[in-house]
């Protein structure tokens, strides 16, 4: 059995990087909007409610809604990778949200650009 000194310092965890769980926490919630709207538009338009251009009314609206959270992800991932601390959630935070946003605006330039052909 190991005996350990009586005056042995107490192991405190490291404090963390809150603002980076934050950043981390909104991208994947971001990324699970995003993700639950692509899957919901197909039924969508199979159902008699929606019209297409509700559909595309709605997917506008969920196109905006998740670009706003990627940019505020980004936003605070950059601000948490600048304090001394652990930067992996805010690493991962600014990777999901700037990969979020590239293929947001570039499927709206997609868009644009079939809408002259």
Known sequence: ???????????????????????????VLTLAVGLLISLLRPFMYYTAEFSVSGISVL????????????????????????????????????????SHITSIVIGWIASLFYRFF
């Open 1 to 27: 059995m190991p005996q350990y000194p009586v005056g042995a310092p107490p192991i405190h965890a490291t404090p963390g990087n809150p603002l980076g769980r934050v950043a981390f926490i909104v991208a």
């Open 59 to 98: 997917d506008g609206l969920g196109s905006v809604l998740t670009l706003a959270g990627a940019v505020a992800a980004l936003i605070l991932g950059l601000i948490a990778v600048r304090r001394p601390a652990p930067h992996l959630l805010a690493g991962i935070a600014i990777g999901i949200a700037a």
